[in-house]
């Protein structure tokens, strides 16, 4: 069985789409609808947009007619600063159907399921065309003054090539002893690779080798090379191109952290109203998943507000700024931030810290962990793009895994990896992704792993990375390469994928680095893949076909795990096509690959007139 999305009616937010990606609030927005001719006749297409929630209607006119489709726009008032819209078709048959971001239906669709403008500010112009490489300090690289440095009072030191502990008392405390000025001499490694993005995880201070469990906000780890090493990081990756991102524990702090030390015990300290106490001598706490260690933050205190989040003095602030200049935050847990029984404040953190970053630096960028469904939190209010798992990383390991037991998917409660098909990830992919505005889809991160999680690489079937990968690279979103994906490292959990890099032994792994190299190049040559729109075409156990589209160029993939043999309606795209890269072949309307393959192919881009162009007549 497979899906014949190439006949569907479809929209999106890109600039094919959508007049103004960035409108303000009362201003008036064209949009516009691609019906290919398959689809059959229509007699009339309707804007719906839900303002206030009154109902608003935008009959749309016919602008453009190709041999494949025809094009029509409406046009939209924005009057609230998240404007929802859809489209209601009345056919040739007297039948009608809704398009919303959740696809075609024949029966009245959901407001949440609705295409969405957003007046809040827009995330960096350059966000969308990155490529995130992710380091764990304490696994990437020792610099030559590494060994001057002491060991820390809580760590179990560990030599460079042995492997991570992945479960028991040792895990979060053996120490390798990574510095940020490794990171620094080997930042050449990362231009070979082409990455644009250099992601962090936390180089605060902590007594574990994760350090989430941060004991202050205000300076580098000593360990890690202090806030000089930093500095000379920052200034190196910029000299190169290469964007830096710290990471920030908004939830909770460690307890070892200045302000929780400050508190515990002394009700009416300054800090009290920091955390969440549980009894009135302030000795119990709420602490993350009932983790000790780690004591959640209570955000009504409007104290820890101006300390952490914001103002110019705030720790959010102070790190985006002369001398150290950081590029933007990805928050941790972003999605249990503020939030504790009837309490909810998580639109009030997140869009004080967006703000307090406009302040101190407008052009950063702000990612939110949230692991599971993450729209209700991404209304495009201040999060730019979600660091999550459904909509990409688990229907990816669930297509192109080995079938079989396994110790870990994802925190889930699964015996094993589940099977799925081709239609299933087209599915999860769209489910999970409907409800964000679409320049939250082109700025959340596309991860095959990441820390939290086993590498991909540890199931994936033969010949399954470099789909994978070219997955990664191509469907909206910013691709993200957790440090040794390149090297073909494996590991059964998050903590066992922590792997230290073999920088004494990377001709031995030249074939997966080129490959990785490879991709990202395809990734940063074509613009399509960064800012065009997405239009599904196919969608079968094996196999998945879309397009990427702008009016410059498109990109037409074809991602499959056995053989495959596509044919395509005459709509589905125009124009010659250029491979390249990978083995497919396209034809007579036909796409053929052999095994597991992926391969993308070059199209002229979608010619159309100016939004606001007069009507024009039907083709006959």
Known sequence: MSRDLASEPHHDGSSLYVSTPAPELGETVRVRMRIPHEYGPVAAVTARSNPDHEPRWSQAVRVAASPEAEWWEA???????????RWLIGRGDGTVQWLTSAGLSDIEPRDDDDFRLVTHAPPPAWAPEQIMYQVFPDRFARSATADARPVPEWAEPAEWDDEPIGRGASTPVQYHGGDLDGVTEHLDHLERLGVTLLYLTPFFPGRSNHRYDAHSFHHVDPVLGGDEALVRLVEAAHARGIRVIGDLTSNHSGDAHEWFVASRGRPGAPESDFYLWLDDAQLDYVSWLGVPSLPKFNWASPELRRRFIEGAGSVVAKWLQPPFSLDGWRIDVANMTGRYREQDLNAEVRQTIRRTMIEANPDTVLFAEVTNDAASDFPGDAWHGAMTYPSFTRPVWAWLSEPG???????????????????????????????????????????????DTARFATWARPGAVRVAVGLSMTVPGIPVVFAGDEFGHTGTNGEHSRTTMPWSRVDEHADTIDLYAELIALRRAHPALSHGGMRWLHASADALVFVRETAEESILVCAARADADIALPASAIAGDAVRVTGTGEIGDARIRSRGMSFTAWSLPGVALPAFGSKEVAAPR
Do not use: K
Request: proline share 9%; charged share 20%; hydrophobic share 35%.
């Open 75 to 85: 046009e939209l008032l924005v009057e609230n600063p998240v404007h929802g819209y």
């Open 405 to 451: 037991s396994s110790e870990w998917f994802f925190g889930l409660p699964y015996p094993e990896i589940p099977q799925w098909s081709g239609e299933q990830v087209y599915e999860s992919h769209r489910r999970f992704t409907a409800a964000f505005p679409w320049r939250t889809r082109v700025c959340t991160m596309n991860a095959l792993d990441t820390h």
